[in-house]
């Protein structure tokens, strides 16, 4: 799961510009940004294919099968997370979030509850109407994600469901990075109290 920083904070019912907690791993962040990986674990997440430069080194345990061998469109690949718990923002907890490998475009709604029906509402309103049919969606283990109402979902429109392990941490950085942007955007805009992030969060979508 990814570990978003405003979930962290304290609620006081008394606050008077406290600040936010930015304590954030700077080297995470570096190994994110260092390649432009997400396309190649994409690939390889879609299609279980290793490419022929490769498959002699597919034995080994320390193989990472992330060499490009696929032409991949935009929108075909997308990670999604949840961030929070946050504190009560108009009866909103948790921010849903989503982002395409390719172009890096991201995707979050705020949400009363981190359970499987916001997942669904989520996909059919925000990415399967918005952007058509995917190849294959990348998440953590979550029960939120690992459900028979979501896996049906996926499998009526042909959808793939890939889980991200902590052995292939590169395979949710892209939506950690996301994560990660929100976060500080949304550090600059919400109020002392911080009870404004679900109303601020479309406006954090647009500077990132």
């Not at 994110?32 to 034995?59: C, D, Q």
């Not at 705020?110 to 995917?134: M, Q, T, W, Y």
């Not at 979902?153 to 889980?163: E, F």
């Not at 949710?172 to 969060?201: C, H, P, T, Y």
Request: aromatic residues 12%; glycine residues 6%; hydrophobic residues 45%.
């Amino acid at each position: 799961m990814v570990a978003d920083h405003l979930s962290r904070l304290v609620i006081a019912h008394d606050s008077h510009g406290l600040p936010i907690n930015d304590d954030f791993h700077e080297e995470s962040l570096m190994s994110i940004e260092v390649a432009l990986w997400y396309s190649h674990i994409a690939n390889y997440l879609v299609t279980g294919e290793v490419p022929m430069s490769k498959a002699w080194e597919a034995n080994t345990p320390e193989y990472d099968a992330l060499e490009p061998h696929l032409d991949m469109d935009v929108f075909d690949v997308w990670g999604i997370d949840f961030m929070g718990q946050f504190p009560m923002s108009f009866g909103h907890s948790y921010i849903l979030v989503g982002v395409d490998y390719v172009s890096k475009w991201v995707e979050a709604i705020p949400c009363r509850s981190n359970d499987h029906k916001a997942v669904l509402k989520f996909l059919k309103e925000n990415i399967f109407s918005r952007f058509g049919v995917l190849k294959a969606i990348i998440s953590d283990g979550g029960t939120h994600f690992c459900n028979k109402p979501f896996e049906t979902l996926l499998a009526k429109y042909g959808v793939k469901h890939k889980l991200a392990t902590p052995y292939h941490p590169q395979t949710s950085g892209q939506v950690e990075l996301a994560n990660w942007e929100i976060k500080n955007i949304l550090m600059k805009v919400v109020n002392v109290n911080r009870k404004d992030w679900s109303i601020k969060l479309l406006d954090s979508l647009w500077a990132l």
